[in-house]
T-cell receptor, first 113, second 111 residues
Framework: KAGVTQTPRYLIKTRGQQVTLSCSPI?????VSWYQQTPGQGLQFLFE???????NKGNFPGRFSGRQFSNSRSEMNVSTLELGDSALYLC????????????FGPGTRLLVL | AQSVTQLDSQVPVFEEAPVELRCNYS??????LFWYVQYPNQGLQLLLK??????LVKGINGFEAEFNKSQTSFHLRKPSVHISDTAEYFC?????????FGQGTRLTINP
């Protein structure tokens, strides 16, 4: 079974631009979560989608948004990029529920100049 | 609310020596605990998990962890490390719809 895939793997943008990242979960998984990883803040939860609905959201500004499609694929969007948005963005998928293990993709490394 | 504290930011050990990476957690709900490993320029790979049952959990690559409810700990151990174990290790507790991670422990193996 294929793992979680994320595209693109690397991205360079400039301040003020917007960016869209994509995540394809493991087949059969209906929950997709997004995390931001930075050296200073570590791994922080962005949001979770289940059956095309946002189920939970972390403490990030409204510039960070996401959505999930009927095939469970998910996208996250960051508008008006800031230098501090430079990070590794990780997507994780799971079947559903709190006991289910989350499986992570390789991440998208975003650099904002 | 859940939180995780990894007590050591860096742990250097010699090859073939034993290692213990420490993790303490707090949680107001049922505890589901995980250890993930991150190799350079990669995502997170699940090492092992505790959901219920036996408090000693065995994972991949020879790692194991023990859930201790009274001490609210979930320390990761390996009896003999290899150069290939060099990586960053993250302890996490599963809360409502999200994982809460510790700050990570960088394990460095010296020959």
């Amino acid at each position: 079974k294929a793992g979680v895939t994320q595209t693109p793997r690397y991205l360079i943008k400039t301040r003020g631009q917007q960016v869209t990242l994509s995540c394809s979960p493991i087949s059969g998984h209906r929950s997709v979560s997004w995390y931001q990883q930075t050296p200073g803040q570590g791994l922080q939860f962005l949001f979770e989608y289940f059956s095309e609905t946002q189920r939970n959201k972390g403490n990030f500004p409204g510039r960070f948004s996401g959505r999930q499609f009927s095939n469970s694929r998910s996208e996250m969007n960051v508008s008006t990029l800031e230098l501090g948005d430079s990070a590794l963005y990780l997507c994780a998928s799971s079947l559903e529920g709190r006991k289910e293990t989350q499986y992570f993709g390789p991440g998208t490394r975003l650099l904002v100049l | 609310a859940q939180s995780v504290t990894q007590l050591d930011s860096q742990v250097p050990v010699f090859e073939e020596a034993p290692v213990e990476l420490r993790c303490n957690y707090s949680s107001s709900v049922s505890v589901y605990l995980f250890w993930y490993v991150q190799y350079p320029n990669q995502g997170l790979q699940l090492l092992l998990k505790y959901l219920s049952g036996s408090t000693l959990v065995k994972g991949i690559n020879g790692f194991e962890a023990e859930f201790n409810k009274s001490q609210t700990s979930f320390h990761l151990r390996k009896p003999s490390v290899h150069i290939s174990d060099t990586a960053e290790y993250f302890c996490a507790v599963r809360g409502a719809q999200k994982l809460v991670f510790g700050q990570g422990t960088r394990l460095t193996i010296n020959p």
